[in-house]
């Protein structure tokens, strides 16, 4: 079920890009951090960067690699790619569904860890060449 509301900066929640994207765009469901405030004059729409287990190749400015506490279902070390953010519907967004105890399905969000949202924050602007390139 689509989020029916904005969630806070740092959120994490998962993206459906399936449709209306095309390659070499997203295009498949996975997690993506909340980078947005909520703005009034813009409701139903938040800014997203999303969230992979593949290591970029090349690794690049742009790229961060997450703390291990910053997205604790991930299996294995994760990584924002902050040149592929996009705007999109809270339609397109939910919780991550998981199975609690007992088999019932429950439904979590997680907070973005505050170093992790500042490294983001930056690799954001190396992506929109907000900043001097070089190193």
Do not use: N
């Not at 998962?14 to 997690?31: H, I, L």
């Not at 938040?46 to 997205?71: D, G, K, N, Q």
């Not at 088999?103 to 860890?113: A, D, Q, V, W």
């Amino acid at each position: 079920m689509p989020l029916t509301f904005h969630p806070t900066t740092g959120t994490i929640v998962v993206c459906d890009y399936g449709t209306g994207f095309v390659a070499p765009e997203m295009v498949k469901v996975r997690p993506v951090v909340i980078i947005s405030p909520r703005f009034r004059s813009r409701p139903g729409l938040c800014t997203v960067v999303p969230l992979s287990s593949t290591e970029p190749a090349p690794m690049e400015r742009y790229h961060h690699r997450l703390s291990a506490a910053a997205y604790p279902p991930a299996r294995g070390p994760m990584w924002a790619k902050c040149d592929m953010l996009a705007t999109v519907s809270l339609a397109r967004l939910d919780r991550l569904k998981v199975r609690g105890a007992g088999g019932k399905r429950e439904y979590l969000t997680f907070l973005m860890p505050p170093d992790d949202m500042a490294a983001i924050q930056v690799c954001i602007r190396f992506a929109l060449g907000l900043v001097d390139k070089q190193p």
